[in-house]
């Protein structure tokens, strides 16, 4: 399985953007696919995930502002984020795995957003 990103960049604040993750490939333990982000310093964290039957999990921070979606049909998903703020910024990254809960083996290449303020 492999995990193409983008949509990543700059933005000012309040602003958006959106980032997608197509898979390729195929695995029976792929049940989800999310977005992770990791921020400098620290560790790497939920974003928000939705699963094949379209159960999503989302992080407290960014509940009410990103929206997470799949395009029906198809392996790609697709992270809205909207009213940005500076300590969004970080290395978003693609996850695929059997859960919305934790996070998967499969990992995408990681794409930057930065929120100016």
């Known amino acids: 399985v492999q995990l193409q990103a983008s949509g990543g960049g700059l933005v000012e604040t309040g602003g958006s953007l959106r980032l997608s993750c197509t898979a390729s490939?195929?695995?029976?333990?792929?049940?989800?696919i999310g977005w992770y982000r990791q921020r400098p310093g620290r560790q790497r964290g939920l974003v928000a995930s939705?699963?094949?039957?379209?159960?999503?999990n989302y992080a407290d921070h960014v509940k009410g502002r990103f929206i997470i979606s799949r395009h029906p049909g198809g392996n790609t998903v697709y992270l809205h984020m909207n009213k940005l703020k500076p300590e969004d910024t970080a290395v978003y990254y693609c996850n695929a795995g059997d859960s919305i809960w934790h996070a998967g083996r499969y990992w995408g290449q990681g794409t930057q957003v930065t929120v100016s303020s």
């Open positions: 490939g195929s695995a029976p333990d792929i049940k989800a």
């Open positions: 939705i699963s094949s039957g379209d159960n999503i």
